[in-house]
């Protein structure tokens, strides 16, 4: 019986019956008229003219500061964009609770100013990096990925931000330096809602140097032109396009450069489901399901489900760091 | 408990274990499902399924804590069929908007996939316990029997339990709560038991 299409009700009832204020409504409005044409028509309209059409509206949020970008040729084209009502309100970010709604309730109590991240490990010299300062080292450019979750759900997302690789020449790294590992901000007395997990904190991710040095990979300080919402990993993260979303360290205030393979958080949970590595790969199944599959999200039920990518539709860019390599063995 | 009382509860019984499925009716049509509308849909219909089902392992414990709790056998094929009800759609969303029908994909889900294979497992043993519900089926199978078949439900709900904490990710303690109500009601039953044979025992030798 859930599987009858919805009545076609006109957007502006919606609109009218919605609690939402003006400016969400009308973005509303937009995502049913727009994903209603991608549907129906199966038009893929082009991301850049979405986030043009979105743009005026992004103004009219209330203490969001608007960041300056310039455009950027690694963006990702053909894609609808995933709504920033959705992109802030479906988070995995287990330091402010386990639900998906969770995050944009709590992570509110974040500090994200004054922000260091520090540098450390296998550096010339360890350094502390000041969140302003690192907001001017090079133009912050609109970088649109695939999002990917091994939870097998997908987003797009115009992030804002510049390639991990200009920071990292800022570090000064030993060439016994293999890996980075970044640690997650972690106050128990801020994110309360660890307890809701057995998780060990400080959240920790890391990526081999030559997958840390790849121009896709972004560090972000941004998403829709403006700052990171908290719930997205403010006030400085990394996104890792072609891997799973979890391998993306959110709020970063350490950046340690390693000798071996750091322990990462997922892997120390279960490294039978959680590899260090996890690229986006959908002939390896995660142990409980299938990737094959995703679901994209902020479509209605019955037009969710699309296949997915290896490398998470960027295999031409980064298949390479990873010749030789048995990505069933490693993945 | 008289007519008019026991029709108007029954009435709310109704209205309470419908009210999850109309909101995911109104918010499928109304496209308010949520930013993963699948996963609304198999997760709200998967822990209504439990609930409901936990809920009725909860009659005869209460009846056993007191005689005048006796009418609330009245409600728990009631709440049972409506475990069957959200168990069967959770079913159905995993099979259509989680496999779109690839058979292939099913089989290896319910060779490979533990957590699968328990929810799978839980539904198939609720299948005759909801076939042998109607009152003609009682009466056909007689009590004792019919006792003995439902029994499953035991199975059924430690099934689902498992299939749960299988589901989530490692660490994640969302079940727990299911799972302690379960425990308790499934302990209460030898526990109060043995009470009331206590009391009795007391009783003759007074």
């Known amino acids: 019986m859930l599987i009858r299409k919805p009545s076609d009700i006109p957007s502006s009832e919606i609109t009218s019956e919605s609690s939402y204020n003006d400016f969400l409504s009308r973005r509303r409005f937009l995502r049913t008229a727009v994903s209603g044409a991608a549907v129906a028509g199966g038009a893929i309209v082009g991301a850049d003219r979405i986030a043009d059409l979105l743009s005026p509206g992004t103004s009219v949020l209330a203490d969001a500061e608007k960041l300056q970008t310039v455009k950027s040729p690694l963006s990702t084209t053909g894609e609808q964009l995933t709504s920033l009502e959705d992109i802030t309100h479906y988070n995995n970010y287990y330091e402010f609770g386990v639900q998906k709604t969770d995050p944009a309730k709590n992570a509110g109590v974040l500090p994200t100013r004054p922000w260091t991240v520090k540098v450390e490990g296998q550096v010339k010299q360890p350094k502390t990096f ?156 995660h142990p409980r399901w299938s990737q094959k599959t995703e679901r994209r999200i902020g479509l209605p039920f019955y037009a969710q489900r699309r296949t997915t990518l290896m490398f998470n539709g960027y295999a031409d860019q980064v298949a390479s760091l990873y010749n030789g390599m048995n990505l069933d063995k490693n993945y | 408990m008289n007519r008019k009382t026991l029709i108007t509860l029954k009435t709310l019984t109704w209205i309470a274990c419908l009210g999850p499925f109309a909101m995911l009716v109104y918010e499928a049509v109304t496209n308010t499902l949520g930013p993963d509308p699948t996963s609304t849909i198999a997760l709200t219909t998967g822990y209504n399924a439990l609930l409901m089902l936990i809920l009725s392992l909860a009659v005869t414990p209460l009846r056993l804590l007191s005689p005048r709790l006796s009418w609330l056998i009245k409600f728990r094929r009631l709440l049972g069929l409506f475990a069957f009800f959200y168990a069967s759609i959770h079913l159905a969303t995993y099979l259509v908007l989680y496999l779109n029908f690839d058979m292939s994909v099913f089989k290896t889900d319910i060779t490979k996939r533990r957590f699968i294979i328990a929810g799978f497992a839980a539904y198939l043993l609720l299948v005759p316990l909801a076939l042998t519900s109607t009152t003609w089926a009682i009466r056909k199978l007689g009590g004792k029997q019919w006792n003995r078949l439902h029994k499953l439900v035991y199975l059924a709900a430690i099934g689902g339990i498992i299939h749960y904490w299988w589901q989530v990710k490692p660490g994640v303690l969302s079940p727990m709560n299911l799972t302690i109500s379960l425990a308790v009601l499934l302990l209460a039953r030898p526990i109060l038991t043995y009470i009331q044979k206590r009391k009795a025992r007391q009783a003759v030798a007074a």
């Open chain 1, 130 to 285: 000041d969140i302003e300062a690192l907001l001017k080292l090079r133009p912050l450019e609109d970088r649109v990925y695939r999002h990917r979750c091994v939870e097998a759900w997908s987003m797009v997302v115009p992030w804002i931000g510049y390639s991990l690789s200009e920071f990292i020449k800022q570090c000064d790294p030993l060439p016994s330096a293999k890996y980075v590992q970044f640690l997650s901000y972690y106050d128990k007395k801020v994110e309360k809602w660890t307890n809701e997990s057995s998780i060990f904190w400080p959240y920790s991710e890391g990526l081999r140097m030559d997958e840390a040095m790849h121009p896709l990979t972004l560090l972000t300080f941004g998403l829709y032109g403006q700052v990171l919402p908290n719930q997205d990993g403010a006030p400085i993260r990394i996104v890792v396009p072609w891997k799973y979303g979890f391998k993306s360290a959110k709020s970063i205030v350490t950046v340690r450069f390693v000798e071996k393979m750091p322990e990462t958080t997922w892997y120390q949970q279960n490294p039978r489901e959680y590899g260090f590595y996890s690229n986006v790969n959908p002939n390896h199944d």
